[in-house]
């Protein structure tokens, strides 16, 4: 079955490290997101990307950083310059349509990874 | 600015109608989706509307007037498994490329 994939489900950091959460797709979709939840919030975009070694800022990019070296593959790392790292991480894909509009596009989510930063 | 604004919570019986509204100020407005969350869950897309007017997807319809930058989401025959969160999100065009912004999500409770 079609599906993308995060891992871990939950993490635990020490404050001042990195980390890197991984997120994989095999529905062959060109554009990739991630997205960051808070305890009764919406979901913030943090970063995207519409195609292979390309990727645009969301509204909440301070703090973080991606690759996109396979259409496959979308890893974020959560860098210790970010001040409140604890959240809910949730990975998104889409196709990009004939127009190159992502807008209309469903966007397929991964179950998430929970981080937890102490 | 931007900003979206739907209900924190609503709570309905089984077998009810429920109607979440969501309202937006965005600029390059190009749609507006809906999404179903459960507890902890990934969400999930229900529909998307691209022009005025009603969208049906079974016991789910979505509904868009551009003029008055309005929306809803409409669940008939209110089923417990439909309790979750349901978030509206616009598409909008910038500069930077195309995104989708979400609400901060309304809880729905279904009772019996």
């Known amino acids: 079955d079609g599906g993308i994939t995060q891992s871990p489900k939950y993490l635990f950091r020490k404050e001042g490290q990195n980390v890197t959460l991984s997120c994989e797709q095999n529905?062959?979709?060109?554009?990739m997101y991630w997205y960051r939840q808070d305890p009764g919030q919406g979901l913030r975009l943090i970063y995207y990307s519409q195609i292979v070694n390309d990727f645009q800022k969301g509204d909440i990019a301070e703090g973080y950083s991606v690759s996109r070296e396979k259409k496959e593959s979308f890893p974020l790392t959560v860098t210790s310059a970010q001040k409140n790292p604890t959240a809910f991480y949730l990975c998104?894909?889409?196709?990009?349509?004939?127009?190159?509009?992502?807008?209309?596009?469903?966007?397929?989510f991964g179950n998430g990874t929970r981080l937890t930063v102490t | 600015g931007q900003s979206l604004e739907q209900p924190s919570e609503v709570t309905a019986v089984e077998g009810a109608i429920v109607q979440i509204n969501c309202t937006y100020q965005?600029?390059?407005?190009?749609?507006l989706s809906w999404y179903q969350q459960h507890d902890g869950g990934a969400p999930t897309f229900l529909s998307y509307n691209g022009l005025d007017g009603l969208e049906e997807t079974g016991r789910f319809s979505s509904f868009l007037s551009r003029s008055d930058s309005y929306g809803y989401l409409l669940l008939q025959e209110l089923q417990m498994k439909d309790s979750a969160s349901y978030f509206c999100?616009?598409?909008?065009?910038?500069?930077?490329?195309?995104?989708?912004?979400f609400g901060t999500g309304t809880q729905l409770k279904v009772e019996l």
């Open positions: 998104a894909s889409s196709i990009v349509s004939r127009t190159g509009l992502i807008s209309n596009s469903p966007l397929h």
């Open positions: 999100a616009v598409s909008r065009l910038t500069g930077g490329g195309n995104k989708l912004t």
């Open positions: 965005t600029s390059g407005f190009y749609g």
């Open positions: 529905l062959n979709h060109d554009a």
